[in-house]
Nanobody
Framework: QVQLVESGGGLVQPGGSLTLSCAAS????????MGWYRQAPGKQRELVAS???????NYADSVQGRFTISRDNDKNTVTLQMNNLKPEDTAVYYC?????????????WGQGTQVTVSS
């Protein structure tokens, strides 16, 4: 069964850190661009960070320098290390797998994990 399972969300104080993990049960994991998106209440889902098969990682301006995305193609996992968290980082975070066009037209999504930054 194809699925992405996120873990690591929770409540943290401003300035704190969290690590989100995504375990992917998909074939040919290494060909996917993996990413993390987030959606805050009343707002659209937005890209936080992505890591392609090859090439540089990409970050939203709002998290540049604070968040780090990485992938392990042997373990089929992608991780988002979040440091110096701010209240505006509060959102549901979703793992995303974007396939190359020659392989599939469909993105895969996890169920989401809640991150709350509050004192």
């Amino acid at each position: 069964q194809v699925q992405l399972v996120e873990s690591g969300g929770g409540l943290v104080q401003p300035g704190g850190s969290l690590t989100l993990s995504c375990a992917a049960s998909i074939s040919h994991f290494s060909i996917y661009t993996m990413g993390w998106y987030r959606q805050a209440p009343g707002k659209q889902r937005e890209l936080v960070a992505s890591v392609p098969t090859v090439g540089p990682t990409n970050y939203a301006d709002s998290v540049q320098g604070r968040f780090t995305i990485s992938r392990d193609n042997d373990k089929n996992t992608v991780t988002l290390q979040m440091n110096n968290l701010k209240p505006e980082d509060t959102a549901v975070y979703y793992c995303n797998a974007h396939p190359p066009s020659y392989y599939s037209s469909y993105d895969l999504w996890g169920q989401g994990t809640q991150v709350t930054v509050s004192s």
